[in-house]
């Protein structure tokens, strides 16, 4: 194992957790392409990898990071489990066959995929999480997908999620849910952080502070989602691309920059809506 260039700052959750402020998404590879990639991506310093069991790459997650040869505890690993597991003891179920699949005794953050409200079962889900805290079997718990109203839900019951990771780009800046984060302590994990259809990484504003700081668009946006606390996972399997994503941290963009890309926000009719959508 080389020695990696550079390892992302992090920030420390709600009970103490840390967790880096950078990771790497790993949807839509395979199990083949996965375990490549994340031994790739730990030897280039990554210390954050996320799965889900929608993926269905747990394994090669799991062969990834032994392949890399980095210790288990210096990897936050991050897996998210489906509709069907919604229940008090389908979370234990779901837990225990991710653990299994990825071949880990433990992993650092378990989510909610989606809240599936006709459902109606993601509070219980929850409240099997926190006894996989308890029980050590997770170090820190979340959701994904979740709108204020889901999270409300929670709040009423006193319980409050470490992450939410939400669809959040400088196209969809999601002030009214990251609000709601940052009076509850919750930090927002960024999924698709670049963009879904590439039109973003062209954006004027973007080019023209990449040009200045001698960086690349993506790299700005992820600066961009950094400089706010945000979490970004960006998904790639480029050498190149991989190291440009982790070594994003060593500039700042000004508070002109940063207004600029934040005033890119849009409303956007194909956004997955998280009242109807899940898995």
Not at 167 to 195: A, C, F, K, M, N
Not at 204 to 218: D, K, M, S
Request: aromatic fraction near 6%.
């Amino acid at each position: 194992m080389s020695t990696p260039s550079s390892l992302a700052p992090t920030v420390t959750l709600g009970n103490g957790v840390a967790m880096p402020r950078l990771g790497l998404g790993t949807w839509p590879m395979d199990d083949a392409q996965a375990a490549r990639v994340v031994a790739r991506a730990l030897d280039m310093g990554y210390r954050l990898i996320d799965t889900a069991e929608n993926y269905r790459n747990e394994r090669g997650v799991g062969e990834g990071l032994r392949a890399s040869g980095v210790p288990r505890e210096q990897v936050f690993v991050t897996t998210k489990f489906n509709k069907q597991w919604h229940s008090v003891e389908g979370v234990q179920q779901a837990c225990d066959a991710s653990l299994q699949r990825l071949g880990l005794d433990y992993v650092d953050l378990l989510l909610v995929h989606w809240p599936n409200p006709d459902q109606d079962r993601y509070v219980e889900a929850f409240q099997g999480m926190v006894r996989l805290l308890e029980a050590g079997k997770v170090r820190a718990i979340g959701t994904s997908n979740f709108k204020h109203a889901h999270l409300q839900r929670l709040f009423d019951l006193g319980l409050v999620p470490h992450v939410n990771q939400i669809h959040l780009d400088p196209y969809h800046g999601r002030s009214d849910v990251v609000q709601v984060h940052r009076e509850r302590g919750i930090v927002t994990e960024s999924w698709s952080p670049l963009g879904r259809a590439g039109a973003l990484l062209q954006e004027p504003a973007i080019l023209a502070a990449a040009e200045r700081h001698g960086r690349t668009a993506a790299q700005v946006v992820l600066r961009w989602h950094t400089q706010q606390g945000y979490v970004p996972i960006p998904k790639s399997a480029d050498p190149l691309r991989l190291q440009q994503n982790l070594d994003s941290f060593g500039f700042t963009l000004s508070d002109e920059e940063m207004a600029a890309i934040s005033a890119l926000d849009r409303v956007d009719p194909a956004m997955l809506d998280s009242d109807v959508f899940g898995h």
